[in-house]
């Protein structure tokens, strides 16, 4: 039976998410649409040395990416598909019926 599902991705790295893409845009699954999220960005800055040198500074940035997928197919097609992902992802999924 055929289920619409919703399923986002998130990663840190920028690879697993473009093998994402690529991967969704060769499978044949009707009804399938590539949602891109934008994606988060946090900077964080500490002080090398506090008493001496108070201006120097170290910059850090982490960025998550996420994508949406939203499709139509059953739930053994769905597992198989998930298996065939990188393992760096949070996958949420759920279920619009």
Known sequence: MLHNYRIKFTSHSLE???EI???????DIKNKRLVFLPKNKKIFT???SPHVNNKSKEHFKIEKFKRLVCLTTSSQELKMLLKKLPNDLFIKVSVLD
């Open 21 to 27: 893409d690529n991967y969704f845009k060769k499978t």
């Open 16 to 18: 697993s998410i473009k």
């Open 46 to 48: 500490l002080i090398k």
